[in-house]
T-cell receptor, first 113, second 114 residues
Framework: DSGVTQTPKHLITATGQRVTLRCSPRSGDLSVYWYQQSLDQGLQFLIQYYNGEERAKGNILERFSAQQFPDLHSELNLSSLELGDSALYFC????????????FGPGTRLTVL | AQSVSQHNHHVILSEAASLELGCNYSYGGTVNLFWYVQYPGQHLQLLLKYFSGDPLVKGIKGFEAEFIKSKFSFNLRKPSVQWSDTAEYFCAVNARDSNYQLIWGAGTKLIIKP
């Protein structure tokens, strides 16, 4: 157990819908990262937050957005869902003193029908 | 742009065989290197990492990796694999000036035959 929690574990929804994925980092970690893992694209970095502020963006679609709240948990919002958004979404966190090492949550498996 | 390539997508070995999984990266600057493992149905776990110093790093569960700067490589090794090593292995890199975001290889699925 890495100490990073994600909810829900599984999510099944329809095209065009909007969902919110939640992540709680390890205690004390200020950095949160979101990744998408799909069969055709592999693991891709989406976005990073540090202490509530966005720090880096990767291959995140405009339909997707995220935020990190004052209690440091983060949410990834996916809207106007398409079949191709079906994937495993991972959250990771890292400590301020070792921001290079990321610890991953169990992921949320999103299925868009 | 940075990229990471893992040479083998699937590897099948018998128990007690030796393992070497290849990883090469492309980036001209200073990098940190990682191997993560994903057991079936589980989340990614850090196996080992290289930041600086001794290029031969030891990780958990008997794994080690060697950083060869001249070859831009960071190959993962284990002298004798076990059935429980069946998993997918990912090599990842971040550049020291990259805001810590990881660039991932495509992964290698390792199957150990009992």
């Amino acid at each position: 157990d890495s100490g990073v929690t994600q909810t829900p574990k599984h999510l099944i929804t329809a095209t065009g819908q909007r969902v919110t994925l939640r992540c709680s980092p390890r205690s004390g970690d200020l950095s949160v990262y979101w990744y998408q893992q799909s069969l055709d694209q592999g693991l891709q970095f989406l976005i990073q937050y540090y202490n509530g502020e966005e720090r880096a963006k990767g291959n995140i679609l405009e339909r997707f957005s995220a935020q990190q709240f004052p209690d440091l948990h983060s949410e990834l919002n996916l809207s106007s869902l398409e079949l191709g958004d079906s994937a495993l979404y991972f959250c990771a966190s890292s400590a301020s003193r070792d921001r290079d090492t990321q610890y991953f949550g169990p992921g949320t498996r999103l299925t868009v029908l | 742009a940075q990229s990471v390539s893992q040479h083998n997508h699937h590897v099948i070995l018998s128990e007690a065989a030796s393992l070497e999984l290849g990883c090469n990266y492309s980036y001209g600057g200073t990098v940190n290197l990682f191997w993560y493992v994903q057991y079936p149905g589980q989340h990614l776990q850090l196996l080992l990492k290289y930041f600086s110093g001794d290029p031969l790093v030891k990780g958990i569960k008997g794994f080690e990796a060697e950083f060869i700067k001249s070859k831009f490589s960071f190959n993962l090794r284990k002298p004798s694999v076990q059935w429980s090593d069946t998993a997918e292995y990912f090599c990842a890199v971040n550049a020291r000036d990259s805001n810590y975001q990881l660039i991932w290889g495509a992964g290698t699925k390792l199957i150990i035959k009992p």
